[in-house]
């Protein structure tokens, strides 16, 4: 979906009546994923939204929800019932996060 939801540049919609030109074509991105269940060629057809894509949220309870979360999320929710536990899911999932990533959201 990220392939798609990249489909298009900011700018790319000139939306010019008197030339034509609906998009510049050079701000256009196809795809072509083949992959093991469905392939589709792109680009996604409507105009980005203005965030980019959807927000990405995954509960990341287990360890391979919190994998999974670290590689894709843009929030991540769990339940630790006390502040220990808080601080330790925090801590292991800063640690599956890269170095800038982690600097974005204050794991350091």
């Known amino acids: 979906m990220q392939g798609l939801w990249d489909s298009w ?4 919609f ?3 009546k008197t030339s034509g030109q ?4 050079r701000k256009l991105h196809v795809l072509q994923h083949q992959g093991t269940y469905f392939s589709v060629r792109g680009p996604l057809n409507v105009a980005p939204a ?3 894509h959807p927000v990405i949220v995954q509960a990341g ?7 999974l ?5 843009d929030v991540v929710y769990c339940l630790p019932d006390t502040l220990a536990a808080a ?4 801590t292991s999932y800063g640690q ?3 170095f800038f990533e982690r600097l974005k959201v204050g794991c350091e």
């Not at 979360?69 to 999320?73: F, I, K, S, Y």
């Open 22 to 25: 609906f998009y510049d074509e």
């Open 69 to 73: 979360a670290a590689a894709t999320a």
């Open 14 to 16: 000139l939306y010019d």
């Open 50 to 52: 203005p965030q980019r």
């Open 9 to 12: 540049d900011a700018d790319a």
């Open 96 to 98: 599956r996060l890269s």
């Open 61 to 67: 309870a287990s360890e391979d929800g919190r994998e």
């Open 87 to 90: 601080r330790a899911y925090y």
